[in-house]
């Protein structure tokens, strides 16, 4: 088979095309699997390992082996690194809601563990991370600014404005990003959009929106993705795809029907390429992904990054989301860590 060049050379004009480093990877140290990311992928964000839970796993108890790590691969690549993410709901520590005694902290105690968090981590990686995922899924859908422990316990949203301006007194030259799901939901759109021109009119350090972009091969709809691409574009973001995968299974209640809202757990129905993805379906996924790089070539001049969630099928989030033990293939890499039509047709476009 002819070399290939790699996505990060082939659209070296267009945006950075990236992919998030699993704590797998990092701990194995794969040394294939590293290759094959350096040659493919000019940006890396971090899975996991600069979650709060896991580099603060109790208040003041840092774990930095595996973020160093990962740092330490993305500057030997000459890699433009996002550090996921400063201020997000889920994969918190324990005690980070709670005093030693059990009981709930307050406002002026979550600004000073938040402060804590976040200067200790932009301090330690100042001038190697370039971007840094501020906030993550503050919003919830239509319904305006989600009800979370740090809402609660702040009374109110103010947490995440002063997120950003902490996060740009730390490092200036840091891009910021504001990162969430279902970004295409016209709801949401609007509401973000009401944000950003409160924070540009009171002078919030925001730089660009991230779209996870985790994506089916059904849903959603491209018009309202794109219309999400022109709206934050239109309000002076940068535009960054940041977790992008197709999920190519049913994907739990919405799409099957199947009951396994209570306990999440493993159903047959949601699993049914257990041996191995059906040619129709294998170019099912190839269209899609087709579709989803055209319209960001169309949109080149606003995108600065499409991160793909993760390198290969084998180590997808997407096995184990909504439910446990699926057989998911949503990436552009195979098992085999051998890329696949869908990898190749992207290249194509190119
Ligand atoms: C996921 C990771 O991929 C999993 O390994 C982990 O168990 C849970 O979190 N939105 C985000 C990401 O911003 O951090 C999540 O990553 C996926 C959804």
């Known amino acids: 088979a002819a070399e290939r060049t790699g996505l990060k050379n082939l659209y070296g004009d267009d945006f950075l095309v990236g992919t998030a480093i699993s704590n797998q990877t990092l701990a194995n ?8 990311i350096a040659k493919e992928f000019n940006s890396i964000t971090a899975e996991n390992c600069m979650k709060s839970a896991l580099v603060q796993p109790r208040q003041g108890e840092w774990d930095w082996e595996l973020a160093d790590r990962f740092v330490e691969f993305g500057q030997q690549h000459n890699m433009d690194i996002v550090g996921h993410a400063l201020v997000w709901h889920s994969q918190v520590p324990e005690d980070f809601f709670v005093y030693p005694n059990g009981r709930p902290i307050d406002r002026q105690e979550l600004i000073k563990r938040m402060d804590t968090h976040i200067r200790t981590l932009m301090e330690r990686y100042k001038g190697k991370i370039k ?4 906030v993550n899924e503050a919003i919830d859908e239509d319904k305006g600014w989600r009800e979370s422990a740090w809402f609660k316990t702040m009374g109110g949203a103010d947490y995440v404005e002063r997120a950003f301006r902490l996060a740009h007194e730390m490092d200036p030259d840091a891009h910021l990003i504001y990162n969430d799901y279902n970004m295409h939901n016209p709801g949401k759109r609007e509401f973000l959009v009401n944000v950003l021109r409160d924070y540009k009119k009171r002078g919030v350090p925001i730089h660009g929106v991230g779209l996870q972009s985790h994506v089916g091969l059904d849903y ?3 018009s309202e993705f794109e219309a999400s691409i022109e709206a934050y574009a239109a ?8 977790e992008l995968e197709v999920d190519v299974l049913p994907v739990a209640w919405e799409h099957t029907g199947a009951n396994i809202s209570d306990n999440f757990e493993y159903a047959d129905e949601l699993n049914p390429y257990v041996d191995g993805l059906p040619a129709d379906m294998q170019e099912r996924l190839t269209e899609r992904y087709v579709e989803m790089f055209k319209l960001f070539l169309k949109h080149r001049d606003k995108i600065d990054r499409i991160t793909l969630w993760g390198s290969h099928d084998g180590e997808s989030w997407k096995n184990n989301f909504p439910v446990g ?4 293939y949503p990436l552009l890499f195979d098992r085999d860590k051998q890329p696949k039509p869908a990898y190749f047709a992207v290249a194509d476009l190119k």
């Open 235 to 242: 309000e002076g973001m940068r535009i960054h795809c940041t």
């Open 131 to 134: 971007i840094w995922d501020v």
């Open 29 to 36: 140290d794969d040394q294939y699997l590293k290759t094959l």
């Open 325 to 328: 033990g699926r057989t998911n």
């Open 220 to 222: 959603p709809d491209l």
